[in-house]
């Protein structure tokens, strides 16, 4: 007798297929996580050792953009998709989405060093939360224009009382206010930057276009930036390290971008979000500790825990909130 799965087995093994779908993407979240809360380590050690936090950051942006290309050269559609950038419909504003990568990445290597790793993950989150209220009401991404909520105010409220939170048990000469404020902005910067990204991906159906477009947009303009501060003689002597793990700080940049946008596909925006807050916080405490030897304070394991809560409650929702017409854009 020759045996056929019955319709139950099937059944059973699209399940299994789905579950362990969820258990990768979820894997990949937490590793998106795990890189968030070294990035910005690197990023910042490096500035200290180069000697400047521009040229740290535009080698930030090379390696980033070697790698895009690396991946870029295994994806002829995607390069296909790229010579016809011109005929892209989407509106110009879009293609500025890596100056907002700039601007996270000069902040994490400015900042990092003051306030370490936990408080300058919180603030980031807490601006990219708040902003993202303004984003959505503005309706740039592909989703359309989304109302504020009372919901989605509780936990912007939420996110930047946990920044306050963050302050509590620091020294009064350690109170770093300027360092936490470029940080919430770089935050409400990466909001913008990933509504660019989501609308050309969307629209496109293409992920990694964007991030190549990204990695040299922001490339370019460092160089112009780092360009302009060595004629004016604002950038003192350069001195490269020679230890690689230093220049990683790219790779881990578009690790991020590519695991999030996988990993969303999978199991929702929701799950991935709160799993890749979850890791970075704790891998942040971890760092704060073992290489800065700084543990975390009261304050700042209490301004996470009301972070994450944040993040819950303004997915939920938005999970309920429909989405209303486009923005126009002429």
Known sequence: MTWRPSLRDRGDGVADDAARAAVTA????????????????????????????????????????????????????????????????????????????????????????????????????????????????LGITSGGR????????????????????????????DLAVGAVVFVVAAGAASALQSAFNGRIASTIGDALAPTVVNTFVGTVALTLILMGALVTDSVGPLAWPSEPWLYAGGLFGVTIVLSLAAAS??????????????????????????????????????AAVVIVLAVLLVNRGTMRVPARGPLTTT
Request: overall charge positive.
């Open 265 to 302: 596909a999978a199991i929702g925006v929701l799950r991935t979000t709160v799993a890749m807050l979850a890791a970075q916080l704790i891998t942040a405490f971890a760092v704060d500790w073992l290489v800065r030897d700084d543990p975390p304070t009261v304050g700042v394991i209490t």
């Open 146 to 173: 989304r109302p504020i909520t009372a919901t989605r105010v509780s936990a912007a409220t939420m996110a930047i009382g946990a920044v306050v939170l963050s302050q509590i048990g620091q020294p009064a000469g």
């Open 26 to 137: 979820t894997a990949i979240s937490l590793l998106a996580g795990v890189c968030g809360a070294i990035q910005p380590e690197i990023n910042s050690e490096l500035g200290t050792r180069v000697g400047s936090s521009l040229a740290a950051a535009l080698l930030n942006f090379l390696v980033a953009f070697v790698a895009a290309l690396v991946l870029l050269s295994r994806r002829p559609a995607t390069r296909r998709r790229l010579v016809g950038i011109g005929a892209w419909p989407v509106p110009w504003w879009t293609f500025t989405a890596g100056l907002g990568g700039v601007m996270v990445v000069v902040s994490a290597v400015v900042t990092v060093e003051r306030l370490g790793v936990a408080i300058f993950s919180i603030a980031f989150f807490a601006g990219q939360m708040t902003f993202g209220l303004v984003v959505d009401w």
